[in-house]
T-cell receptor, first 111, second 117 residues
Framework: GQNIDQPTEMTATEGAIVQINCTYQ??????LFWYQQHAGEAPTFLSY????GLEEKGRFSSFLSRSKGYSYLLLKELQMKDSASYLC????????????FGTGTLLAVQP | DSGVTQTPKHLITATGQRVTLRCSPR?????VYWYQQSLDQGLQFLIQ???????AKGNILERFSAQQFPDLHSELNLSSLELGDSALYFC????????????????FGPGTRLTVL
């Protein structure tokens, strides 16, 4: 089967660093996406990893370890506007051409 | 603004009815994806069309159907509606037919909020 696990909720303080973890067990692996979704709005693309290692994009970084079936999204210098859900999505590839989304991690940034 | 448009933004209807949701992809994108997002569930993939043809199917109910037209816009038809069909329905588009790849992230429309009473 296909399974993606993320913590349901997290809380962090403005200006701090937070790490949101994602573990996956899928029939194959051909890439992992992170999306941000504010309440009632559309998901927006943050990052893509297909090889092991860290991808940095400004305040956001994403890490992948394919052998461990593990990824994390790192958010630095947190701002109030970062309060949102963060969705991890895996592309298993192969016959099924679809993304498998986790249920998302709701991040609350407090002053 | 992702460049993907969806209409209507809100839809309120009764059980047993039929509705049509419409999506126009970003200019140049050939793939359209439909997702359902309920309060207690994550983003559930329904179906993908690529250049007019069905490319991938998720957990789409038989009461639901979709199509992509020659101008690449897509419609999702939901019939015999039930209370449990109340959800946010998102359309997304991407340049190619595959769901993976660094330049193939999906761009999501603003969604249609469907309420079935």
């Amino acid at each position: 089967g296909q399974n993606i696990d993320q913590p349901t909720e997290m809380t962090a303080t403005e200006g701090a660093i937070v790490q949101i973890n994602c573990t996956y067990q899928t029939s194959g692996f051909n890439g992992l996406f992170w999306y941000q979704q504010h309440a009632g709005e559309a998901p927006t693309f943050l990052s893509y990893n297909v090889l092991d290692g860290l991808e940095e994009k400004g305040r956001f970084s994403s890490f992948l370890s394919r052998s461990k079936g593990y990824s994390y999204l790192l958010l630095k210098e947190l701002q109030m506007k970062d309060s949102a859900s963060y969705l991890c999505a895996v592309f298993p590839g192969g016959a099924t051409n679809k993304l498998i989304f986790g249920t998302g991690t709701l991040l609350a940034v407090q002053p | 603004d992702s460049g993907v448009t969806q209409t209507p933004k809100h839809l309120i209807t009764a059980t047993g009815q039929r509705v049509t949701l419409r999506c126009s992809p970003r200019s140049g994108d050939l793939s359209v994806y439909w997702y359902q997002q309920s309060l207690d569930q994550g983003l559930q993939f329904l179906i993908q069309y690529y250049n007019g043809e069905e490319r991938a199917k998720g957990n789409i109910l038989e009461r639901f159907s979709a199509q992509q037209f020659p101008d690449l816009h897509s419609e999702l038809n939901l019939s015999s509606l039930e209370l449990g069909d109340s959800a946010l329905y998102f359309c997304a588009s991407s340049p190619s037919g595959t769901s993976g790849g660094i330049y193939n992230e999906q761009f999501f429309g603003p969604g249609t909020r469907l309420t079935v009473l």
